[in-house]
Every structure is written in structure tokens, then in C-alpha cells.
């Protein structure tokens, strides 16, 4: 528990170090730009993290459909065929899979 809190105390001393250069970015826009331009940014940079978190799930489902899936199938065929348990034959069947994908690629 303790160390939870001291992650906590030092994620807020991070985001206290951050924020200052957004309350000096948000100073700068308004002063350059006015209203408007805040508006602007604020909206520019919402679609760039919504274009960053798209980016990351396509990936994410990316990595589940063409490395988890046929590695778990594989183990399971290696377990049915040879005298090796599930977790011994998962990560061969994972490292065999990403090799495959790179070598594809």
C-alpha cells in the first residue's frame, strides 16, 4: 500500500512539472490567437490523440488475431500430438508466430 502512494505522490509531482508547460502553451495561444485559436489547438489535438488511441487499438487487435490466436492454436495441436504440456509449448508456438510475421513482412 505504501508503495502505491509513493507512485501516486510521484506521478503528481510529474503531471505538476507537465502542467506547467501546458498553462504556459495555453497562455501563448491566447495571447497570439485569442479564443479561436485555443479553440483551434484544443480541437487539433483532441483528433490527434483520438487518431493515436485508433492507431493503438487497430494494433492491439492486430497482435490478438495474427500472433495470440494461432499461437495458442498451434500449442494446443503441439499438446494433442507430442508429450509436452500446454505452458512448455506456448512459448515456442509465440516466438514461431512472430518470427513467421516478420519474415511475412
Same mark, same amino acid.
Given at each position: 500500500?505504501?508503495?502505491?502512494? @509513493?507512485? $501516486? /505522490?510521484?506521478?503528481?509531482?510529474?503531471?505538476? *512539472?507537465?502542467?506547467i508547460?501546458?498553462? *504556459?502553451?495555453?497562455?501563448?495561444i491566447?495571447? /497570439?490567437?485569442g *479564443? #479561436?485559436?485555443?479553440?483551434?489547438a484544443?480541437?487539433? +489535438?483532441?483528433? !490527434?490523440?483520438?487518431? +493515436?488511441? $485508433?492507431? +493503438?487499438? &487497430? !494494433?492491439?487487435?492486430?497482435?490478438?488475431i495474427?500472433?495470440? @490466436? #494461432?499461437?495458442?492454436?498451434?500449442a494446443? !495441436?503441439?499438446?494433442?500430438?507430442?508429450?509436452? #504440456?500446454?505452458s512448455a509449448?506456448? #512459448?515456442? *508456438?509465440?516466438?514461431?508466430?512472430?518470427?513467421f !510475421?516478420?519474415? &511475412?513482412?
Open positions: 500500500m505504501q508503495q502505491i502512494s @509513493l507512485w $501516486i /505522490e510521484q506521478a503528481a509531482v510529474t503531471f505538476g *512539472t507537465y502542467s508547460y501546458i498553462i *504556459t502553451a495555453k497562455d501563448q491566447l495571447a /497570439e490567437f *479564443t #479561436p485559436g485555443l479553440v483551434a484544443v480541437i487539433a +489535438l483532441g483528433a !490527434l490523440a483520438i487518431m +493515436l488511441i $485508433i492507431r +493503438l487499438v &487497430k !494494433l492491439a487487435f492486430a497482435a490478438v495474427y500472433l495470440v @490466436l #494461432p499461437s495458442f492454436a498451434l494446443f !495441436l503441439a499438446t494433442l500430438v507430442l508429450p509436452y #504440456p500446454f509449448v506456448l #512459448p515456442v *508456438t509465440v516466438t514461431a508466430c512472430s518470427l !510475421l516478420v519474415f &511475412k513482412s
